[in-house]
Every structure is written in structure tokens, then in C-alpha cells.
């Protein structure tokens, strides 16, 4: 069953700590992104990527930074986490072309900074 | 630049109800448009899309037609389900960055509670 993996459900984090969040994928998608998601912002897109090593801001990059070292695995980094980034975090891929653009998403991670 | 618009939730149904959902948007182009479903605690995923003018996707016994004249691309259902309560989020793609890639853009998501 091909799936998009997010490491964790749940994190809470303390105010300016350096927090990860872990995405793979198992489809070979060239495509990865990460959104956050809240309540009555609907999805924001933080940052994406079309290839290994290669990353493009999304909407609201500033506070975030991403890796992407192998062609599965995209992380997404808090340098240093604080109370507004409580949110949940939704990992995302897709193949670079054709198929609409259909993205495969994760079950998302709920991420609490105290 | 992209957008979508998706009327303002919650919304709350009896079972067997009618379900309209309106999604509105403004793009350059010829974007290809998207329901994705979120279930209570999972991630979002898919319901149907279509890729031209006048394609009617359908899926589950949802279903929504790409009206270029309007900019629409409303989601119905003749008769819901408890099973159905959930969040909807109209999107629609467009190209990127010379890449050949394509991106999303989401409305705010629509909640929906069907009630027995």
C-alpha cells in the first residue's frame, strides 16, 4: 500500500527549541511539500520541493527551513519553535508531471510549542 | 495570482440531506480543479477532480463540474451520510517555475456534520 509517513502524531515542543518533523514517501514522487493547517486559514504552504537537494518558499517560509538529501525523505525544520508555529503539519508528494497533480498526504502531525 | 474560494462552515446536515458545497476561483490558465476530503484525525485525501471545462468528476456519490463560464467548481450530493461528516477543501493546480511541476492552492475547508 503506497503511503506518505510522518514520524510523528503528535510533538509538543518547548518555545525555542530546534524541532524536526520527518516526512517519507514510498512512490517515488519527485514532488514533496509541507503545509500547516488552521482553523479558518484552511492549508498554507510552507515550503515544497521538485527534486533531491532542490527546495522553493511555499506562502509562509519565514521561521522554517527544509532538507531534502535523499529522493523519499523531505523535512521540515522549526530553528527555533515558538507558540504561533502550534499547528498541524501536513506532509505532501506528488509526481512531477501528468496525473493532475494529484498529491498523497500524510496523517499529519499536531505539533504543540509550550 | 491563484485562488479559491470555498463558502464558510461549519455546515449541518440531517442524514439523506442534499449537500452543496460552493467552491469559486480565479487563475491564469487552464487550472486543473480538486475536492480533497479530510476524515476526523487522518490526513487529506482525494475525492475527485477534473482537468477541463465541463469534465464532471464523481466519486462516493459526490460529484462537481468544472464550469470555466462561472469559475466554479461546486461539490454535491444527492444524499449524505453520517459517514460523510468531514472537512472539504476545494483546490486547484497550476503550473510552477518552468519546472513542468504543479502546486496546489486550497480554500479554507468547509466542515460538514451529518447527523442521524
Known amino acids: 500500500d503506497v503511503k506518505v509517513t510522518q514520524s510523528s502524531r503528535y510533538l509538543v515542543k518547548r518555545t525555542g527549541e530546534k524541532v524536526f518533523l520527518e516526512c517519507v514517501q514510498d512512490m517515488d514522487h519527485e514532488n514533496m511539500f509541507w503545509y500547516r493547517q488552521d482553523p479558518g486559514l484552511g492549508l498554507r504552504l510552507i515550503y515544497f520541493s521538485y527534486d533531491v537537494k532542490m527546495k522553493e518558499k511555499g506562502d509562509i517560509p519565514e521561521g522554517y527551513s527544509v532538507s531534502r538529501e535523499k529522493k523519499e525523505r523531505f523535512s521540515l525544520i522549526l530553528e527555533s519553535a515558538s507558540t504561533n508555529q502550534t499547528s498541524m503539519y501536513l506532509c505532501?508528494?506528488?509526481?512531477?508531471?501528468?496525473?493532475?497533480?494529484?498529491?498523497?498526504f500524510g496523517q499529519g502531525t499536531r505539533l504543540t510549542v509550550v | 495570482g491563484n485562488s479559491v474560494t470555498q463558502m464558510e462552515g461549519p455546515v449541518t446536515l440531517s442524514e439523506e440531506a442534499f449537500l452543496t458545497i460552493n467552491c469559486t476561483y480565479t487563475a491564469t490558465g487552464y487550472p486543473s480543479l480538486f475536492w480533497y476530503v479530510q476524515y476526523p484525525g487522518e490526513g487529506l485525501q482525494l475525492l475527485l477532480k477534473?482537468?477541463?471545462?465541463?469534465d464532471k468528476g464523481s466519486n462516493k456519490g459526490f460529484e462537481a463540474t468544472y464550469r470555466k463560464e462561472t469559475t466554479s467548481f461546486h461539490l454535491e450530493k444527492g444524499s449524505v451520510q453520517v459517514s460523510d461528516s468531514a472537512v472539504y477543501f476545494c483546490a486547484l493546480s497550476a503550473s510552477w517555475s518552468g519546472a513542468g511541476s504543479y502546486q496546489l492552492t486550497f480554500g479554507k475547508g468547509t466542515k460538514l456534520s451529518v447527523i442521524p
Open positions: 477534473a482537468t477541463k471545462a465541463d
Open positions: 505532501a508528494s506528488s509526481h512531477r508531471v501528468g496525473t493532475g497533480a494529484l498529491l498523497l
